[in-house]
Structures are given as C-alpha cells and as structure tokens.
C-alpha cells in the first residue's frame, strides 16, 4: 500500500492511499481514509466512473427507484465527491466541516464541481428555502461517529422542512445491528419524524460487528429492487431513546 499524502486538519488526520486491492477485491485503487481506518470514498484506477464502494451504489438506487427525475440534492460531508460526480447534470449543494478533505478530493479524486461549501452542514441547511430539495444526504462522520447535532429530533424536523412532498432523507451511517444505543436512537429518533423509514444494512460476520447502515425517511412510501442494493438488506431495529438538542447548544 502505497501512501501519497497525509494531513492533519481541525477535525481529524486524513490519509491518501493507493493499493492493489481493497476489501478482498484485486485491482488498482485510490481511497480517502480518517484516522479511524474507516475508508471515507474510493475509485478504480482502471475504470474511475465505476463507483467501487457498496453503499453509494446502494443510496443511488434509492434516489432513482424513489424519484428518477429527481433535480435538487443537499449533501452533508463530502468525501470524495462520489455521489455529486455520479450526476454532472444535477444540482448539488454539499456541505463539508473540513477543508482539507475538499482540497484532497480535487487533488487526487478529480473531483471538479465547484458547488462545496466550507462548514457546518446543519447551520448551511437551515439557511435554505424551505421546501427546496428531493433529497438530503447525510454521510458526515469523525472519530466519534456521525456528529450528534445531525442526529437530534429538532434536526430531522429541519430536515423535514427543506425537503419537497416527493423529498426523502437518507443516512450513511455505522453501528450494530442489535443492543446499539445509539443507532436505535437515531433510527427512533428519524422514525418519529417521517411517516415512513427504513434501514438497510450491509451484512457484517455477526451481529456485534460495526456494520454499514443506511436509513431513509420520507412522507411518502419506500421503494427499492433488493437486487440493486448492493449486497444492502433490509432489517428492523429496537427501539430507542428520542435524541434532542442539548439545552446549552447543538
């Protein structure tokens, strides 16, 4: 594995590698890593259109199946631009807390859209007109997890207030799949919010693994093809605590 650069920003240490193989596949890959070794966005060298990672494949299902002619998409934490660079003819605002890991993604992803913006997500998504988007994405982590102000119920009613009739909210996010606290308190927390939610997860060797997750919410109802969610099942958490913001602040 070959390291091509290292920076250690406010909010975490943030690694490009290049290697021949990732997650058992052989190839030649480029991938975007935190100081959690949690890979944050990949490309195929050979073929970098292919989106190598499951779980963007799987929230672009859920957007076309869901609302195919879909036009206005607010994002939160970048990556490496994945999703944005899927649609070059759609409108995408994104929102990432890290400089850094924008001026990574151009450097060594190629990613060329000028339509990132530096900072909080939550407080740039509160200053858009309501009732503006078909979809938000939430895909913002640091060492601790997703941050705890995306998590909250006040939150998700903001959410729920920039999103169209035919709008959805959708969450990458990690956690384990039974006696998680804390991803039962999101997804309860979600569920209190929209009329209608789901959670798929990409299976791990057993149920205390941190697995991959995604959630959706909506007011109207869910569709998916299981074929084209990228090995992502869908499965039924416990239930859980309602997350509110704290009283001194987010």
Same mark, same amino acid.
């Given at each position: ?21 990732? +997650? ?86 190629? +990613? ?139």
């Amino acid at each position: 594995m070959l390291q091509l650069a290292k920076e250690f920003s406010l909010h975490q240490e943030i690694t490009v590698y290049e290697a021949g193989q990732l +997650y058992g596949e052989i190839g030649k890959f480029r991938f975007l890593q935190f100081s959690d070794d949690a890979v944050q966005g990949a490309i195929d060298l050979k073929d970098p259109k292919r989106i190598v990672l499951e779980y963007p494949r799987a929230i672009i299902h859920l957007m076309e199946c869901n609302h195919l002619l879909f036009d206005d998409v607010f994002v939160i934490g970048h990556g490496i631009g994945t999703i944005a660079g899927h649609y070059p003819n759609k409108s995408f605002t994104i929102a990432e807390i890290d400089e850094k890991v924008v001026e990574l993604s151009r450097t060594f992803f190629n +990613y060329r859209k000028d339509n990132v913006m530096v900072g909080d997500g939550r407080q740039m998504l509160e200053n858009e007109a309501p009732q503006k988007f078909d979809y938000i994405i939430l895909d913002a982590f640091t060492k601790e997890g997703t941050p705890f102000h995306l998590t909250t119920i006040d939150f998700f009613e903001m959410t729920k207030q920039k999103l169209n009739a035919r709008g959805s909210i959708i969450l990458n996010l990690m956690g384990k799949t039974k006696n998680d606290k804390l991803i039962n308190a999101i997804y309860s927390t979600l569920k209190k919010t929209y009329a209608y939610s789901k959670v798929f997860v990409l299976p791990g060797a057993n149920a205390v693994d941190i697995q991959n997750m995604i959630v959706i919410g909506s007011n109207k109802s869910i569709d998916y093809e299981q074929r084209a969610m990228a090995g992502f099942i869908e499965i039924e958490l416990e239930e859980g605590h309602i997350i509110v913001d704290r009283k001194s602040g987010l």
